[in-house]
C-alpha cells in the first residue's frame, strides 16, 4: 500500500487549508486512514480517522474536534482533511497512514496503522 499526501503550506492563523491523501491499496473490509502530526520536539499525535466502508469518522478531541474535518472518496481513493480555523499551536508535518485491519478502538493509535505516508508541511503564521 502506497500512500501519497499533498495540500500541507504556508498559511495564516485563522485561515484553512485542505490535505489530500491518495492510497494504491485495497479498501474492503474493516480499512481506514488516519491523519497524524508531528511537531518539532513532539511526539506524533492523532489528529482524525475515518472507516472506509461506513464513513464513521473519530477525532482527536483538543485539537482537531470543531476545526477539523476528515473525510473520503472512494472513487478516488483518497481521504481529505479540511482544516479551518488554523492556530500557530497547528504547525506540525501532517502524516496519512493506513491499514486494512485495524479495530475501531485503535483508530486512534499510531502503532495500530502499518502503512505511512510520507507527509506534509502544515505552517501556520501568528
Known amino acids: 500500500v502506497q500512500l501519497q499526501a499533498s495540500g500541507g503550506g504556508l498559511v495564516q492563523a485563522g485561515g484553512s487549508l485542505r490535505l489530500s491523501c491518495t492510497t494504491s491499496?485495497?479498501?474492503?473490509?474493516?480499512?481506514?486512514m488516519g491523519w497524524f502530526r508531528q511537531a518539532p520536539g513532539k511526539e506524533r499525535e492523532f489528529v482524525a480517522a475515518?472507516?472506509?466502508?461506513?464513513?464513521?469518522?473519530?477525532y482527536d478531541g483538543d485539537s482537531a474536534k470543531g476545526r477539523f474535518t476528515i473525510s473520503r472518496d472512494k472513487a478516488k481513493k483518497t481521504v481529505y482533511l479540511q482544516m479551518n480555523s488554523l492556530k500557530p499551536e497547528d504547525t506540525a508535518v501532517y502524516y496519512c497512514?493506513?491499514?486494512?485491519?485495524?479495530?475501531?478502538?485503535?483508530?486512534?493509535?499510531?502503532?495500530?496503522?502499518?502503512?505511512w505516508g510520507q507527509g506534509t508541511q502544515v505552517t501556520v503564521s501568528s
Open positions: 497512514a493506513a491499514d486494512g485491519t485495524i479495530i475501531t478502538s485503535s483508530m486512534g493509535t499510531a502503532s495500530a496503522y502499518d502503512f
Open positions: 491499496g485495497q479498501t474492503y473490509g474493516r480499512f481506514a
Open positions: 475515518i472507516r472506509w466502508n461506513d464513513g464513521s469518522t473519530r
